[in-house]
């Protein structure tokens, strides 16, 4: 893993289909390279990017520890606005020091019928947001019909949010989404049973202000 800055069972789903997929994963990741931290290393375990649909994927995951500098969707990295992840779902445990999202890092599409059963561990500061379904929601990204059970436990500082199904819900909406899992944060900049913080505007969409929690 250290020689390359993203890492997925797929890179990119440009308009396609990747379905009914099980993926039993052992992941005892670093990015230490000669001593010093690999930043901006990507990783999803089903599909880095996706413009298509991720549709009834499972994995299950074991021994996940991450290091500064990591971003971490459990089963894509990054959804874009044309991207659909359905009817997929996560379980082990995660430890990390830096941004873990159960089943998506980064949301700006479609989000849907999505189960985060991955109980996270956030162990040192470094990190920005933590959250059950996405780091991430921005754009006219959309969440709904989504259920979280896993545990999200911090010893110390992160950074920006925490949140039940989203960490930081820039815009777009969350609708029809619950949260089972339990949240120990001692220290947070904020932190939601659905959302953590949702009070800031993304760089990509500095107009687009809109943020709908409903129904959950």
């Known amino acids: 893993y250290e020689k390359y800055e993203t890492w997925g069972l797929f890179l990119n789903n440009n308009g396609g289909f990747i379905q009914n997929l099980k993926l039993n994963l052992d992941m005892p990741m670093t990015t230490s390279v000669s001593g010093n931290t690999r930043n901006g290393v990507s990783y999803g375990a089903v599909c880095v990017s996706n413009r298509g649909n991720v549709v009834n994927c499972h994995v299950t995951i074991e021994n996940y520890t991450d290091s500064y500098g990591v971003s971490f969707g459990g089963i894509v990295y990054s959804n ?26 980064s949301n700006e599409g479609y989000i849907n019928d999505c189960k985060s059963y991955l109980s996270i561990v956030y162990e040192q500061y470094g990190g920005d947001a933590l959250a059950g379904i996405a780091v991430y929601n921005y754009g006219d990204g959309k969440i709904d019909f989504c259920i979280n059970y896993g545990d999200i436990s911090v010893t110390d500082a992160i950074g920006y949010g925490v949140g039940g199904i989203v960490g930081r819900l820039f815009s777009g909406t969350i609708d029809n989404c619950q949260n089972n899992g339990n949240l120990e944060v001692p220290k947070v900049y904020a932190i939601g049973g659905i959302a953590g913080n949702a009070t800031e505007t993304h760089h990509s969409y500095p107009n687009n202000t809109t943020r709908i929690v409903t129904n959950c």
């Not at 991207?83 to 830096?98: D, L, T, Y």
Request: charged letters at 20%; a negative charge; one cysteine or more.
């Open 80 to 105: 874009s606005d044309a991207g659909i992840v359905s009817q997929c779902s996560i379980e082990g445990k995660a430890k990390g020091f830096s941004d873990i999202g159960g089943i998506v890092y």
